[in-house]
């Protein structure tokens, strides 16, 4: 069995600056102060559940409540939904999103979803960028039971958890797909394949994590498929060389 699993933002819709711009906007309101930008690297965290955390967490000096995060989080979404209805140009989806899926079905593959991004806005973004994900098995961020924020590398377990639907992993090959370091980081923790997506142009910071398999979108189908039949999982210079990822 061959599973792909698609990360959202700079994968599936060129979303990645109307959601910064929305983020810092939306937990602004909330937080009562001036943020200009939001800056991934800086927090330390990919995740919008981790990021509101940590955000609370430097401007009221502790974690938000349920209630808060619900709060931030409603805001943002507000922010969002207004940016991109004021321009449609700010949420277009990556050349060949809309038709690779049912390129891969076809090939074989099963697919899945997995996103740093709150469900909501997720869906938001995949619904104004016109990318259909229907029922395919996803996972969002989220807190975990103990109020954790769950890990990258836990959403895209998540979601593998969610193909395999209780077969076992054996002989199963596992490919994320996403633009950031983070996804490159979330594929090498779960020693599954990892094809990388160029962001604006730009693929040497996935270069740097080891990725060895880089694509500008999905118009060429057949490209598509041989770098997931060839992803390794990421690995820096100097560890040992990679097998292939099953």
């Known amino acids: 069995m061959n599973l792909a699993i698609f990360d959202i933002d700079g994968t599936l819709t060129?979303?990645?600056?109307?959601?910064?711009?929305?983020?810092?906007?939306?937990?602004?309101?909330?937080?009562?102060?001036?943020?200009?930008?939001?800056?991934?690297?800086e927090f330390g965290t990919s995740t919008d559940q981790g990021l509101c955390i940590e955000a609370c967490r430097r401007h009221l000096g502790r974690a938000p409540s349920d209630a808060e995060i619900a709060a931030a989080r409603e805001s943002f979404l507000q922010e969002l939904r207004s940016r991109i209805?004021?321009?449609?140009?700010?949420?277009?989806?990556?050349?060949?999103?809309?038709?690779?899926?049912?390129?891969?079905r076809r090939a074989g593959w099963a697919l899945g979803v997995a996103s740093g991004a709150w469900e909501q806005s997720a869906r938001t973004k995949l619904k104004f960028a016109g990318v259909e994900i229907g029922s395919m098995p996803a996972t969002f961020s989220h807190a975990l039971p103990d109020g954790r924020p769950a890990l990258r590398e836990e959403i895209v377990g998540g979601t593998i958890s969610k193909l395999l639907n209780g077969s076992s992993r054996d002989g199963t090959r596992i490919v994320y797909i996403g633009d950031g370091v983070w996804d490159a980081r979330a594929a090498r923790a779960l020693g599954i394949g990892f094809v990388g997506l160029r962001h604006d142009g730009v693929h040497e910071h996935l270069r740097a994590e080891g990725a060895g398999e880089i694509l500008n979108d999905f118009r060429a189908p057949e490209a598509v498929i041989e770098a997931l039949s060839r992803a390794v999982s990421p690995l820096r210079a100097g560890e040992p060389s990679p097998q292939p990822a099953m």
């Open 14 to 41: 060129r979303t990645t600056h109307v959601d910064d711009l929305s983020l810092a906007a939306g937990f602004g309101k909330f937080l009562g102060v001036n943020l200009p930008r939001v800056d991934w690297f």
């Open 85 to 104: 209805e004021a321009d449609r140009s700010l949420c277009e989806p990556v050349p060949g999103a809309r038709e690779i899926f049912e390129h891969l």
